[in-house]
């Protein structure tokens, strides 16, 4: 089994979660949030979710490398 460089684990993991369909959900998700936020709360909310799900996956991501190397 080939061991990634950080470089190369970083690129992985931004090619498996910045995709469109994740990018898509979340603008959904922020749109048809709550309909008296204005644009502002929208947008921070597409903004927070995507970090808070970008963090969670890559996290994921990092503990499955580890537990593989094992």
Same mark, same amino acid.
């Given at each position: ?10 690129? *992985? %993991? ?5 995709? !469109? ?5 979340? $603008?959904?998700?922020? /749109? ?12 921070? *909310? %597409? ?5 808070? !799900? ?5 996290? $994921?991501?990092?503990? /499955? ?6």
């Amino acid at each position: 089994m080939k061991i990634l460089t950080n470089a190369e684990f970083l690129n *992985k %993991f931004d090619d498996m979660f910045d995709d !469109e369909e994740n990018i898509e959900r979340i $603008r959904e998700d922020a /749109k048809n949030g709550n309909p008296n936020d204005d644009w502002t709360n929208k947008m921070f *909310k %597409f903004i927070q979710q995507y970090e808070n !799900e970008r963090t969670n996956n890559l996290v $994921r991501i990092a503990l /499955k490398e580890f537990l593989i190397k094992d």
